[in-house]
């Protein structure tokens, strides 16, 4: 397990028992966690390993030889995945297309003796599906769309029964020094992380927490979607699923928000014969007779799948501005050297100290929250580019500002979120403005004017216990 870390609805463990049952072998599940990675802090570490004890828990349930490993000072993780796999007729993991993992694949298959089989488990449809990625998410949509009416893809196994399992563990010991800690508190205390990031208040990882999340959101948000998710608003109030976090860490499957989601809807227990036949593409109508429901499979499907696919179809080689689309580039060429009213350094941005009072609740709200609201968050982006000396230099600041901070960054779509800043999947705006071009420009005016930002402003003030006087 490397990116989809739970056993239920994973088509990578599925074909790993299917595998070891083809060829009678034992069965043995390896979850690690290194203590080295980019923008390690003691917010990623704590939901991931909280993600684990879920996974132990379901192990022990369902009969499992499962295999945890968390790196410490005096438990070194190093050669650890060659080691274990010395005996091994296969191994299996994710294909995720992002980050550290597409690397890690390939070092592996490297080291090995055995086969390495990668898994696609990132969406509803198989990645390789599509022949090439999509400029704009109308066209990936109409390509979503009539695949899905070719026949539905087929899915894994929802959820594993002991009986299923039965012969694949041999009771095989791990190697000294597996096994999750006991204190969590006590073991992160004793890691050094290259950054000092906290927990935040009231998120917890694992699968356990992940299905409550859907469970609310599908009970308590989902027909309000449509039109209550694009206002600022707490998380309490505001329409979106709050489903990111588990999604990028595999706590939860998209197969089965998918499916969640449908059945809530009207008409009960969906069915595919329900798709819209009528025209690929159309957003509001396809999935579901309700408008919010097919708004929110949108966002979960198309706009998750532009950014996965973006990566796919080269991983993971996209984390820089040269894969913009030409229009960008000519345009940044040309405005490159335009004046800038404010410059800030990334300590001020990190500080939430411009001169921006909705620019700094969003920086406020990644940093105390661990996320941020998905039109604060453009709005955010944007407003780098327009503050900083060159475009590198704002897609880097970004980069380190939401991996750092966010529980979903270091995702093929927080990489995309932040290079739609930049412009791409989007089209030339007009007119043409200063540092930006035709690239799409936003505005805290305009975000004033369009929505009512008193709450939100409020919310962040709690969060950051100042005064609401702050934030007129």
């Known amino acids: 397990m490397q990116a989809y870390r739970r056993f239920d609805s994973n088509h990578a463990f599925a074909y790993a028992v299917s595998l070891a049952k083809k060829q009678n072998k034992e069965l043995i599940v ?26 132990q828990t379901r192990a022990n349930e369902l009969g499992i030889n499962y295999w945890s490993f968390v790196e410490s000072k005096s438990n070194p993780a190093r050669g650890i995945l060659k080691e274990i796999s010395k005996n091994a ?11 550290i993992i597409p690397e890690q694949t390939n070092k592996l298959a490297g080291k090995i003796n055995c086969a390495l089989f990668a898994v696609d488990s990132n969406s509803i449809l198989p990645l390789s599906r599509f022949e090439r990625a999509a400029s704009a998410a109308r066209i990936l949509r109409i390509w979503i769309h009539k695949e899905f009416l070719k026949g539905m893809p087929e899915r894994t196994k929802s959820i594993w029964k002991k009986e299923d399992l039965l012969g694949l563990n041999h009771n095989t010991k791990p190697p000294k020094g597996f096994g999750l800690p006991e204190d969590l508190n006590s073991f992160l205390q004793g890691l050094d992380f290259k950054d000092l990031v906290l927990p935040a208040k009231g998120v917890k ?11 609310s959101f599908v009970s308590k948000k989902l027909q309000k979607y449509e039109t209550g998710r694009s206002e600022p608003n707490s998380p309490e109030t505001t329409a979106t699923s709050g489903l990111s976090p588990y999604l990028h860490f595999g706590h939860i499957g998209i197969e089965e928000i998918f499916q969640s989601v449908l059945n809530a809807g009207p008409g009960g227990k969906w069915n595919p014969e329900r798709l819209s036949h009528q025209k690929p593409g159309d957003r509001e109508h396809f999935y579901s007779e309700s408008s919010s429901t097919n708004h929110f499979l949108d966002e979960l499907i198309t706009w998750r799948d532009i950014g996965y696919l973006f990566f796919w179809k080269d991983k993971p080689y996209h984390i820089n501005l040269e894969n ?13 050297s335009d004046s800038r009213e404010y410059i800030y350094s990334l300590e001020e941005f990190e500080s939430a100290n411009t001169h921006d009072e909705l620019w700094n609740a969003a920086q406020t709200e990644l940093v105390k929250t661990g996320k941020m609201h998905n039109y604060m968050r453009m709005l955010w982006g944007k407003k780098v580019i327009e503050w900083t000396n060159t475009y590198e230099e704002a897609f880097s600041i970004l980069e380190h500002l939401n991996n750092k901070y966010a529980y979903d960054g270091r995702n093929p779509n927080s990489y995309t979120g932040i290079l739609w800043c930049f412009g791409l999947f989007d089209r030339p705006w007009f007119p043409e403005r200063n540092v930006f071009g035709n690239v799409r420009f936003m505005s805290s005016d305009s975000t004033k004017k369009k929505f009512k930002m008193k709450s939100y402003l409020e919310y962040i003030g709690e969060l950051s216990g100042t005064s609401d006087s702050l934030f007129p």
């Open 89 to 99: 007729s296969a191994i299996v993991t994710d294909d995720f297309p992002c980050f």
């Open 205 to 215: 990882g694992g699968r356990t927490e992940a299905l409550k999340v859907l469970k």
């Open 324 to 336: 913009l689309p030409d229009w960008v580039k000519t345009n940044f060429k040309k405005h490159q």
């Open 30 to 55: 390896y979850e690690g966690l290194r203590s080295d990675y980019p923008w390690n802090s003691e917010r990623i570490h704590r939901f991931i390993i909280e993600g684990m004890y879920d996974n």
